[in-house]
């Protein structure tokens, strides 16, 4: 049995490490990660992030996570993962490219002895999620465009009538391609109109002032 377990055992300096590379969504809050990435980064030997801004990082630290701030090739990760060590590597908003595809390369060669690798989402869009990204694009618009500033409600109705149009127009002849555009012009029509700086709150119309089930004809 001891020959067996002499031949079976492997040196720390033989053993294969792990890279993580851990994925965040900018659409969940800092801080909010899975179960299994939290166990990931306190069992990490290195946590390592390029982007010293992340807003990850505040969180990580203040949960006693130590995280470095370079962007390492895919040569020194490997490297770091001698001995059987453990590497996190959270990726920046772009997804780590360079790395990944560098990895990937040396994988392929068969000269480098690899890590275990691993890709763990720490957190994910809920449904519907996508949705804040328009808003935040159409505020923006908001705000940069000198045309978009200036337009009130009573200004954009006409142009969400226009769409409203245009969407049934399209469902009636089964134009798909046509009706998924008319639909997302919709949705971009109602969030510029929500983010009219100049609506009506302090004065309204007539014709914008209703009760409720007296729908204007």
């Not at 045309?147 to 245009?166: D, V």
Request: aromatic share 6%.
């Amino acid at each position: 049995m001891g020959y067996f377990r002499s031949v079976n055992a492997i040196s720390p300096e033989a053993a294969v490490g792990r890279v993580v590379l851990l994925t965040t969504s900018h659409r969940v809050a800092p801080g909010l990660l899975s179960w299994p990435a939290w166990q990931a980064l306190h069992a990490a030997d290195r946590v390592l992030c390029a982007d010293g801004a992340h807003p990850q990082l505040p969180y990580l630290r203040e949960a006693g996570i130590p995280v470095e701030e370079a962007a390492p090739t895919a040569e020194e990760i490997v490297d770091a993962c001698a001995g059987g060590r453990t590497v996190v590597v959270v990726a920046t908003a772009e997804g780590e490219p360079a790395l990944t595809d560098g990895l990937a390369r040396l994988a392929g060669s068969g000269r480098v002895r690899m890590p275990e690798l691993e890709l763990l989402p720490a957190s994910y869009d809920l449904p519907g999620a996508r949705l804040l990204d328009l808003v935040q694009v159409m505020d923006r618009i908001r705000v940069e465009c000198p045309w978009s500033s200036r337009q009130t409600h009573a200004g954009l109705a006409k142009y969400g009538i226009e769409e409203a149009y245009e969407l049934v127009e399209a469902i009636e002849e089964g134009d798909r391609g046509s009706c998924g555009r008319s639909w997302g012009m919709c949705c971009s029509r109602s969030s510029s109109m929500r983010g009219s700086r100049r609506s009506t709150r302090r004065s309204r119309s007539p014709s914008m002032t209703w009760r409720a089930g007296s729908w204007p004809s």
